[in-house]
């Protein structure tokens, strides 16, 4: 009888272990299924119209900067092009004041020798003339040459800076380029990084159908499992009572 007893007992502990088991078993799997509902709505939330439009939102903002970048490049040139025409303009007159100061200087050689020649001019006083003309001739000449200098350098000025802009626009036309690619290559990342998320979000969906059928199946199976245990703990609480 006492061995009856204690069978019992051990029974029904064992049932008691067995139904608390499966009660955790469920725990665990409603757990289970809160967490992948948890991700589903991060996935989802990944998914909304703002995350969408982040490619479309980052073309359109490269976009406004090559558009800024082209338009302070187009000033540019435009402020280099009107100092190139005035830098034309100056040229033009100083390469007319040469070549009028080339005319004087060959008309006074000219009438210099012209006087030294014999040919007796009516003019004032003969050595008052001579200086006269050496000293025009030589003011003429040294302003000839002023002005040449002057040309040179405004020659080697231009060519300097037409050659700065060239490389500067050529700079600039090349980081825009760069930039570009940047914004394509970005573009291309958020298009796969978005077709990896949808993909792992329809995996991630059938994993969680698969999962919450499955769990409701053994949701039902778990119920029936312990409602047979309560009636088996019953049973043998009354034998139990009986034998005492």
């Given at each position: 009888m006492t061995e009856n007893v204690e069978y019992i007992r051990v029974l029904l502990k064992s049932s008691q272990a067995e139904v608390q088991m499966l009660?955790?078993?469920?725990?665990?799997?409603?757990d289970l299924l809160k967490m992948f509902k948890v991700k589903?709505?991060?996935?989802?939330?990944?998914?909304?119209?703002?995350?969408?439009?982040?490619?479309?939102?980052?073309?359109?903002?490269?976009?406004?900067?090559?558009?800024?970048?082209?338009?302070?490049?187009?000033?540019?040139?435009?402020r280099e092009g009107k100092k190139l025409t005035i830098a034309n303009t100056v040229h033009e007159q100083l390469k007319k004041d040469l070549e009028a100061e080339k005319r004087n200087s060959m008309f006074l050689s000219e009438l210099l020798t012209f006087y030294q020649n014999g040919h007796q001019p009516q003019l004032p006083a003969e050595d008052q003339f001579v200086d006269f003309?050496?000293?025009?001739?030589?003011?003429?000449?040294?302003?000839l040459k002023e002005k040449e200098e002057e040309v040179k350098r405004l020659l080697v000025d231009?060519?300097?800076k037409t050659f700065q802009n060239l490389t500067e626009k050529g700079r600039m036309e090349e980081e825009m380029n760069d930039a570009k690619r940047e914004a394509q290559i970005l573009r291309n990342e958020m298009k796969s990084l978005q077709k990896n998320m949808t993909a792992k979000e329809n995996e991630l969906l059938g994993y969680l159908r698969d999962a919450s059928e499955t769990h409701t199946e053994m949701q039902k199976d778990y119920k029936i499992q312990i409602l047979e245990l309560q009636r088996r703990n019953r049973i043998l609480e009354r034998h139990l009572d009986n034998i005492q």
């Open positions: 009660r955790e078993q469920n725990e665990f799997r409603d589903l709505e991060v996935n989802a939330l990944n998914n909304l119209p703002v995350r969408r439009n982040l490619s479309v939102e980052i073309s359109n903002l490269e976009t406004k900067k090559l558009k800024t970048e082209i338009a302070f490049l187009k000033e540019e040139l435009g003309l050496q000293t025009e001739t030589r003011s003429v000449k040294e302003a231009m060519e300097g």
